[in-house]
């Protein structure tokens, strides 16, 4: 089961006691009389408080460390909760990964990232934002974001958190997850040692070897054999090896493998398959391979 199947329990719940509280605050004491002023701003600070902690319980049991990230930020903005923006359910027959459930995936690991070198850029955020607002609409981008901003404020348990779409996630979008989290990285154009490192940790959890993070992380950070890293392959490789890589990465980028997930996350896999063929086509050229 998705673990995005806990945030309807997690929204049905607290929007009860949320409600059940309103109702408590207009009836009257045992003597009659409503509650004073001052009553009604502790229940209110109250209901606030527990909104947040019975979210992030419920979700956390219900949905694993993403469950209970989410419970308590949709317990921190229940106004904005009724719209059941995350209420999806998982794709039983295919078992793959939902469109939803991959964003919900890279939301909370981009906060991961943006957080891992003590501060959250503006291009980080619209980079995000550019993302979410192209794969479902300007309303419900604004409404990721402003969730964003909230995640950010958590504290993430990265471990727990990837061991978790390592679970729910197959492998062709770890790999797509893995390509946005160093577009997040890069959005201002610069590389950043402790992002990289956290994205490189997050790798390793999500279950992907080195080399897999390297060809990746070579797209976007260049150096002298930045091509070979890409094919995951090394310099001293032979014509045939190069070739047989190229054929074996072809594959494992392929963006059929990622239809499932929607027109933006198939361009985004698009664009990697482009900078695979252009590692392969300057390699070829550089040793005159036919």
Known sequence: MSYILTTVVVIIIIYFFMNYGKSSSRKKTSNGHPY????????????????????????????????????FVFGSMFDGMQSGTY????DQETGKTQATDF????????????????????????????????????????RNIS??????????NVYDVSIQIKQYME????????HFLFGIAMADG????????????????LGLDSSEFNSIKAMFVKD?????????TTPDASDDEIKKAYRKMAVKYHPDKVSHLGEDIIKAAKEKFQKLSTAYNQIKKERGIA
């Open 36 to 71: 004073d002023n001052d009553e009604k701003s502790t229940h209110s600070k109250r209901k606030s408080s527990y909104g947040k902690w019975i979210g992030g319980g419920l979700g956390w049991a219900f949905g694993g460390p993403i469950g209970g990230i989410l419970g």
């Open 87 to 90: 209420a999806y359910k998982p």
């Open 103 to 142: 964003s919900v995936s890279l939301l909370v690991l981009a906060a991961a990232v943006m957080k891992a070198d003590g501060k959250v850029l503006k291009s980080e955020l619209d980079f995000v934002k550019r993302f979410f607002n192209t794969q479902f609409g300007e309303e419900i981008a604004n």
């Open 147 to 156: 969730m964003l901003r909230e995640v950010l404020k958590q504290d993430i």
């Open 171 to 178: 492998y062709a979008s770890r790999l797509q997850l893995l």
């Open 190 to 205: 610069k590389t950043h040692e402790r992002e990289v490192n956290m994205i490189s940790s997050i790798s390793g959890f």
């Open 224 to 232: 002298s054999t930045s091509a070979y890293k890409i094919l995951e």
